[in-house]
Every structure is written in structure tokens, then in C-alpha cells.
């Protein structure tokens, strides 16, 4: 059966592995250790190696949902999980420090991926920190010259919000395939 | 209807002798039933009417003020049993009649089963939205005037007048109708409040307003008033007005870019409205061809570029001195089969069939 991957990342406390447990159809395995750094601050368990979970289509195939770990000295293992992904899913903390950083740093991470797929971004905790507003992230977006990305506001353990915005995904790479 | 009110009438119609009603969601709704007292009675009637064409409305009042068609009930008010129970056959006779009584079984003794199928709920929660104007030729240059809307008589273009007032007086201001205040908005012309509940809002949205009854000045907030952010509801009120129209002066053949996306998961969704955003922020295309292309109704696309134009989410390019218009299959002949199916079934997955007809708890 054919196998496809779908990849989540953002910094630590996003909601990555929230967000692949919303769509998995299999428990979700997470590699979760408890925090020896400055991630404790965050939670005090987070994602040293990866996320997994998958959707079953009703085909038989398989869409695995890959998490990237949080922690930045992870990064090591990102083009490896990318590999022939369909796109990327980028979950941005508002409530960090400044999330326009970790917006930038993901974007030139991933700039490969991005280049040769897909990327939207959902902005999470917003609840927690309304500042800054999601226009903040077009403009940051406009200044990368990638003012096409969808951004949307999203509670990552709402189905349909991570729904809508694999959907977008999905959209921006072919509009007319999923009809 | 304030809750507590809700809540006592649902009390009173489960006591219907002989009938098992509920007080249901309006797009399941077999009888609507409309208070034609209330201050805006009258809208509520017409936008139900434009809602739900076929639908009986048992329209209560004590001052007579009923707005007679062939799908009124009327009930004098006060409301008795007896009159509620006559009231209520004559509506399901209505409902009968018009042929809305879908295939769902047996209803068990006592009890009417719900005539409205859930496909069909579906459909009507989207007609919201879009409404149901059949797809325009073009060419046809009087047939295609009926796909245009003018936003300045609507709600839309009073709310977005009261903006301007009070960013250019930067005060708050107060959008008064009949001297009633319907809508108050903030000094930046960014949040809103209002006293109304979001279906009499919908209601005033969708029907013309005279402009004699409507008036915009400088007031004041008062303490405990709930203020909001004004998008979503620039949003609500452009699809309101335009259900599946543009506005007027907008070229058929101009070419629409998506500057922005639009915040899809906080804001009321329009059919196909993601697939739209994806096709105008990759590939600009004109308001047809992005019909042609999605092979979706027009009348969809219509809806999505309204709203996007009322929060100035789009780029309108002049249409080129030799319009082409695009197939679906000139603009798909590249896709991978493997990847175009691929898609299907995911969002089949996430979604179901239906899809593009929630409405996310803004207000």
C-alpha cells in the first residue's frame, strides 16, 4: 500500500504532538523525556525524537504524521524526516518570547522543503497572548517573500482547526486536486 | 432570544399535546417560528424567507402585524395550547404540501419524525452563505447584472461607514436604526459591540436598508458592554448582503489575487472558500474561470471574493485585452492522477462529504 508523510513542526510547547493525536487514527507515539534544559520552563516532558501518528485512507494507504522534535540541537534530524514528505505543517507558540524569531528560524530551516513543497503555518495560544496579532505574521511572511503562506489561528487539540489547515495545505500545492 | 426564554419556550412546546417537538437548529427546522412584535420582526420574516423559501412561519403578535404570504401562520398572541396546536397542524399541513417530507421511516406513535434529512441541513447551512443563484452566462450582458449587489444599502456598508466616522473623528460611534443602537464601534474602527444576538443581526445584514433609517454619530461605551474584534463580523456581514453575489462594478474577467489569506478557522466558512484561497494565492485567475476550474457553482466563488474584498484581503488586476478562458482541464492536464486522488481522500478523511459550512463561535 502507498505511504505518504505529512510533517509538524515548531518550537518546543506548539503543539505538534497535540495537533497529530487531534488526526491520528492510532495512538499517538510520542519519544517524550522529561526536560533537563530550559524546555522544563515549557512543559516538563517534550519530544526528543520524533512524533508519530497516521491516518488510514480508505483505500488502505497511509498518511504518517511525523513531529519534529521541538529542541533546536535536534535539527540534525529534520531532513531526514522530510524526506518525501507532501508538505509542512509549521505550529508557532504566540505566547513564547518572540515568536517572530521562531517563525523566521523554522522558515530558512525548512526553506528546502518548503521550496519544493508546500507550508502553512498555525499560530497557537492565543488564548495565553494575543500579541502579537496574526497580521504581525503576514507581514513577517511578506518580508521572506512568501506573503502566499496561509496563516491561521488554531487550538491545537481542535480537529477541525489542524483539519483546515492541512486542507490549505493541500490547497496551495494543487488547488484542483482534491476535488 | 436570551437563553432563559429559550429555555421556558422549549418547556412549553414538549407539552404540545399529540406533537413531539423540539426546538431544533434553523437549518434543521421544520416550522420556523418568528415573533413579529420584536422590533425587527420584519426583517427575520424576510430573511427566513430568503432562507428557507418553502418553510411555514408561525409569525406570533397581538398587534396584527403579520406578514401574510402563502407559508404564514398566524397566531394571535396570547399564545394558547389550542391555538399552538391548531397553528402547528396547519404548518405541518404546509410542510406536507410542499413536498419537504424526506425518507426517514416509521416515526414511532406520538411522534412526527424529523422531515429534514441531515444531507439536507448540510445544504441549507451552505445556502447561507452562498444562496442559490444558478450559474450566470457571462456573455449575457443582462442576465449577468443579476450578479451584482450594491454593499452601501446593506448592513455591510453602514457598518463599514460607521468605521470610517469614527477613525476619521477617532471617537466611538454608534449606528443607530429606527433610533434604535444596533452596532457601537470602537475609535480605531477595530471591535464592535452590540445588544442584537447574531441571527437579528443576520437578518438586518440581508435585506436593504432605507438609508432614511439609518444614522451614524458619535456615543459613548457603557459599562459592561462586551466588545469584539471587528473582522469577523466585516466578514459575516459582506456574505450576508451578497449570498453568492459581487459588488457591483467588480469585472467577471478581472484577475483576482489573494494577498492574504483569511483567517478560515475563525471566521464563518463559505463553501469551497479554501480551495478558492489556494487557486488565487498560487495560479490569479477571473471570478469565472476559478468556477470553471474548481467546477464548483459560481455562486461560491462569488460569496468567497465578497468577503475577501470587504476585509481588502484581495488584488483585482484589469482583464487582459484578450480574455481566455481557462478549462479545468487546460489547468489540470499537469496534476499527478496518483496525487490529485491522494488529496481527495485525505480531505475526505478530515471532512466527510460535507464540508464548508461551519461556523465557528465568534460571537
Known sequence: MSQYKIIFTGPVGAGKTTAIAALSDIDPVSTDAWASDETQVRKPKTTVAMDYGAMRLDDGSTVHLYGTPGQERFDFMWDILTEGGIGLVLLIDNARPDPMRDLR????????????????????????????????????LDQLQQSMVPVFEVDARNK???????????????????? | ????????????????????CHIVDEAEAEVAIIDVDHDLGAYMVQAHRMLFPGRPVMQLSSAGKFMRDKHAVCIEKPVTIEKFVSALEQSLRESDAAGRQADVGEP???????AISQDSAELRKAQFYVGSMPDLDPSDVAIRERAYYQPGIYLQGMFESARRFARANE?????????????????DGRSYASALDSRSLRSLAMIPLAKDDVRIMAGSVVKGEAWRAATPLVWDLALWAARGRIPGGTALDATIRLLRWPNLTRLALPPDAVRIAGLWS??????????????????????????????????????????????????????????????????????????????????
Open chain 2, 171 to 187: 471617537a466611538m460611534t454608534v449606528l443607530v436604526h429606527r433610533g434604535a443602537p444596533i452596532l457601537k464601534v470602537g475609535a
Open chain 2, 1 to 20: 432570544m436570551e437563553e432563559i426564554d429559550v429555555r421556558r419556550f422549549e418547556l412549553f412546546v414538549r407539552h404540545v399535546p399529540g406533537f413531539a
Open chain 2, 108 to 114: 414511532a406513535p406520538g411522534h412526527r419524525a424529523t
Open chain 1, 160 to 179: 477541525r482547526d489542524i483539519s483546515l489547515l492541512v486542507e490549505a495545505l493541500l490547497s496551495v500545492i494543487d488547488p484542483v486536486a482534491s476535488v
Open chain 1, 105 to 140: 528560524f523554522y522558515m530558512d530551516a525548512f526553506k528546502r522543503f518548503i521550496g519544493k513543497t508546500a507550508v502553512v503555518v498555525g499560530v497557537s495560544r492565543r488564548d495565553v497572548k494575543d500579541d502579537p496579532p496574526l497580521e504581525a505574521y503576514g507581514d513577517q
Open chain 2, 282 to 363: 498560487c495560479r490569479p485567475s477571473s471570478l469565472i474561470d476559478t468556477a470553471n476550474v474548481l467546477a464548483i457553482p459560481q455562486r461560491n466563488v462569488f460569496a468567497f471574493f465578497s468577503a475577501c474584498q470587504a476585509l481588502g484581503l484581495l488584488e483585482c488586476a484589469a482583464p487582459s485585452p484578450k480574455p481566455q478562458t481557462r478549462s479545468r482541464e487546460s489547468v489540470t492536464a499537469d496534476a499527478e492522477p496518483q496525487r490529485r486522488g491522494l488529496f481527495k481522500r485525505i480531505l475526505g478523511k478530515l471532512f466527510g462529504m460535507a464540508h464548508g459550512d461551519a461556523e465557528p463561535e465568534h460571537e
